[in-house]
C-alpha cells in the first residue's frame, strides 16, 4: 500500500496514460486506506495540482460530498477532451449544457419552452443574459 508521500500529483495533463496511471493510483490508495465514500472526493483533492487543481476548485469544491469518485473522474475526462476536441457546434453545446444541469433547473426550462432538442443556441443566450450570466462564462 502506497503512503501519501510516495503518490504523485496529478497535474491535468491531457495524456491518457497519465491520467489512467493516476486513477489507478487513487484507487489502489482509496481501497488501501478503505476510506470511506464520502472521503473519496475530498482525498483526490490533495493529489491534485494545475489545471486539475483549478477544475477541481472551479467544479467540484463548492459541494464535494455531492460527488462521487467515479463522477469526479469522467467529468475531469471529458472536460479535457473537450478542451482537446476544439469547436463544439452550437447544437452540441445546449446538448451538454442541458444534461450538465440538475432536474429542477431542467424542469424549469421545460416550463419556458426550451429542450435540448428544438432549442437554438440563442434562445440560451438569451435566457443566460436574461439571469444576468454571460455566454462567455458558458462558452467557456
Not at 493529489?47 to 460527488?67: C, D, I, M, R
Not at 445546449?94 to 424542469?107: D, F, R, T
Request: aromatic fraction near 16%; include cysteine.
Amino acid at each position: 500500500m502506497k503512503k501519501e508521500e510516495d503518490l504523485e500529483t496529478y497535474n491535468g495533463v491531457a495524456d491518457v496514460q497519465i491520467f489512467h496511471h493516476f486513477v489507478q493510483e487513487m484507487m489502489a490508495y482509496i481501497d488501501g486506506y478503505q476510506l470511506c465514500p464520502q472521503r473519496h472526493t475530498m482525498t483526490v483533492f490533495w493529489f491534485l495540482s494545475g489545471k486539475a487543481y483549478e477544475f477541481y476548485l472551479n467544479t467540484v469544491s463548492a459541494q464535494p460530498h455531492n460527488w462521487t469518485l467515479q463522477h469526479l473522474l469522467i467529468e475531469w475526462f471529458n472536460y479535457r477532451l473537450f478542451l482537446m476536441v476544439g469547436h463544439l457546434t452550437n447544437e452540441a453545446k445546449v446538448e451538454k449544457l442541458w444534461y450538465g444541469l440538475c432536474g429542477s433547473l431542467q424542469a424549469e426550462l421545460w416550463r419556458a419552452h426550451l429542450d435540448p432538442l428544438t432549442s437554438s443556441w440563442d434562445n440560451w443566450g438569451n435566457l443566460i443574459q436574461g439571469a444576468g450570466l454571460s455566454t462567455a462564462a458558458v462558452q467557456a
